[in-house]
Structures are given as structure tokens and as C-alpha cells.
């Protein structure tokens, strides 16, 4: 009996801890200011890589460009969504939005780069390899 109690409770938990992730971190940003975004992670830029005070300034600044570029395109992507007529994108189209995607990470590494001393952007540059191992971390290899 005891362990029937046990068991339940167990899966009761799990449960109950399975529905609360439902309300991630990306939930999280969605409700917050480009401003808000912005230094966050300008502040989380400075405990990773001890930025100095004009550093902050400069990097807060990038920070809050692209953030309100971001805001802007989650926006739309959202109206978008309610509106109920989403297109269907063209392989032109895809390719450009990809492009524009890519042109922009570009800027912003090459920006960074003047700002950072050789150390900070070595580790800005593992920190963020180490980012794009955890995306990958969900998806299956193919087996042939």
C-alpha cells in the first residue's frame, strides 16, 4: 500500500513539475521592454566578461538597437499570427530573411570586436559557441 502512495505521488509531481516549464524563459522576454531586454544582458555581458563602465555604455547601446530590431520582428511575426493569414514564404523570400539574419549577427560580432579587448571577445565568442551546443542538444542524428 505504502508503495502505491508513493508511486502516485511521485507521478503527481512530475506531473505538476511538467506544467510549470510550459512558462519558459522565452515566455518571460516576451512581456519585457526592448529597454528591459537590453540590460539584461548587457548585465549579464558584464559578469561574464568584467566590462568596464565605457564598455557598459557601448555595449548597452548595441544592445538596445538590436533588441528594439527584435521587438519590432517579434511584433509583426505575432500580428502575423492573429491576424490568421500567414503567407506562405517563397524560397526568395526565406533566403532573404535568412540573409538579413546572418548580415546582422555580422555587424553585431564586428561591433563587438571593437569594443572588447582580445581576452573578453575570446570569451564572448566561447560563450556563445557553448550557446549554440544546447540547441543542437535536443535533436536525434540521423541513422543511415
Known amino acids: 500500500m505504502k508503495k502505491v502512495i508513493v508511486l502516485i505521488a511521485l507521478i503527481v509531481g512530475t506531473t505538476a513539475m ?3 516549464r510550459k512558462d519558459g524563459k522565452r515566455n518571460s522576454m516576451k512581456d519585457m521592454t526592448a529597454e528591459q531586454m537590453a540590460t ?3 548585465k549579464k555581458m558584464t559578469l561574464d ?3 568596464t563602465d565605457a564598455q557598459q ?3 548597452l547601446a548595441l544592445n538596445l538597437e538590436n533588441a528594439k530590431k527584435r521587438k519590432a520582428k517579434m511584433e509583426e511575426r505575432q500580428a502575423m499570427r492573429n491576424s490568421g493569414d500567414r503567407p506562405k514564404l517563397t524560397s526568395e523570400e526565406k533566403y532573404a530573411m535568412q540573409a538579413e539574419r546572418l548580415d546582422a549577427a555580422i555587424a553585431h560580432k564586428a561591433a563587438l570586436k571593437k569594443i572588447l579587448n582580445d581576452d573578453q571577445y575570446a570569451k564572448w565568442e566561447m560563450t556563445r559557441k557553448k550557446g ?12 543511415k
Not at 132 to 137: A, E, M, T, V
Request: no cysteine; charged share 45%.
Open 40 to 42: 539584461l544582458q548587457t
Open 132 to 143: 549554440g551546443d544546447r540547441k543542437d542538444k535536443g535533436k536525434r542524428s540521423k541513422r
Open 57 to 59: 555604455t557601448k555595449i
Open 49 to 51: 566578461l568584467d566590462l
Open 18 to 20: 511538467a506544467q510549470q
